[in-house]
């Protein structure tokens, strides 16, 4: 029953994390963590959102963790990030998405992954999320205003002209 909902996981776990195998070992630690607690699933419920609500639980724990490693690791031993080579247009667009999308709040974030990149209705979301609905779609009524000032289509796009 688990395993069918693994690449729904992996989806909101990348959405969540921008990186495919820090995405990998959340989704890892969350099943690890939901076959602990399989107890606390409440039958009537749906298991997508219990699993997302535990995947989002685990991202919050990870992100606390690495927020206390970081203030005690030295800033010289932080490695530069590597050149990215050039890409297609597309997928540079969605690479600027996706850029957006980790400089919202994780709370913005969580919740526009969960309704428009995994298709969940708002109580689905709201439940898997455990906040209220009105919380979840001011959630991403905001996430989405912000989206919209952070990634801005260019009204007249700069063209390479043909040369002969």
């Known amino acids: 029953m688990i395993a069918r909902e693994i690449p729904h996981l992996r989806r909101y776990a990348r959405a969540l994390v921008h990186d495919r195998s820090l995405a990998d070992d959340l989704v890892q630690d969350c099943l690890e963590r939901a076959i602990r607690k399989r107890h606390l ?30 203030r005690q690791t030295p800033i010289e031993s932080l490695q530069s990030a590597p050149s990215v080579p050039a890409r297609q247009e597309q997928q540079m667009a969605c690479r600027d998405i996706s850029d957006a999308m980790g400089l919202l709040p994780s709370e913005q974030r969580a919740a526009i992954a969960l309704t428009a990149i995994e298709g969940l209705s708002y109580d689905e979301a709201a439940q898997a999320l455990d906040i209220p609905i009105g919380t979840l779609r001011s959630r991403v009524s905001r996430g989405r205003d912000r989206l919209r000032v952070l990634y801005v289509q260019p009204e007249n796009p700069i063209r390479l002209r043909r040369v002969k």
């Open 41 to 70: 699933w409440k039958r009537h419920g749906s298991i997508r959102s219990w699993l997302y609500r535990v995947l989002y639980n685990v991202f919050l724990n990870q992100r606390t963790q690495r927020t206390r490693i970081l």
